[in-house]
């Protein structure tokens, strides 16, 4: 009998920080690879043998030069890249201090409500990955308060 050719998902995280109603994004720097110039909601794959919360706190520190608090999980997606099936698991997550040094960054914004309406509305303007988290988002009464 034939083994299952079917790959298992890689897991990757995002970590939405909200601050007074706005969602912190950054700006992928140009050549930094496949999702450079345009924004994403911070975060990446998971490593073996780290958990969503572990994996989190690694890429902020990477990323971004600063340490977070993880809290729940917010949304759920799924996305295709470079031919494997990634599960993309938002989780809330709290800065414990400012961001830093940017380290695959070229800025940081926080956008609100509207301004995300937009920024998915823009072709080229955002990751895809992070379409279907921010239209989840969008939907979530009190999120933005």
């Known amino acids: 009998m034939a083994k299952d050719s079917k790959k298992q998902a890689r897991e990757s995280v995002a970590g939405v920080a909200i601050e007074s109603g706005n969602i912190l994004l950054g700006l992928r720097r140009p050549g930094v690879g496949s999702m450079d110039g345009r924004w994403e909601i911070p975060g990446g794959k998971c490593e073996t043998g780290e ?3 572990q994996a989190l706190r690694r890429e902020f520190l990477e990323e971004l030069s600063v340490t977070i608090r993880c809290g729940e999980l917010l949304a759920r997606g799924s996305f295709e890249n470079r031919g494997l099936l990634h599960d993309l698991f938002a989780y809330r997550v709290e800065l414990t201090g400012p961001v830093g040094e940017l380290n695959e960054h070229s800025k940081i914004a ?3 409500r509207e301004g995300l309406r937009v920024l998915i509305k823009t072709p080229g303007a ?4 992070d379409f279907a988290i921010i239209i989840e988002l969008l939907e979530k009464e009190g999120l933005f308060l």
Not at 126 to 129: G, K, L, P, Q, R
């Open 51 to 53: 958990n969503h919360c």
């Open 110 to 112: 926080w956008y609100d």
């Open 126 to 129: 955002m990751v895809e990955s």
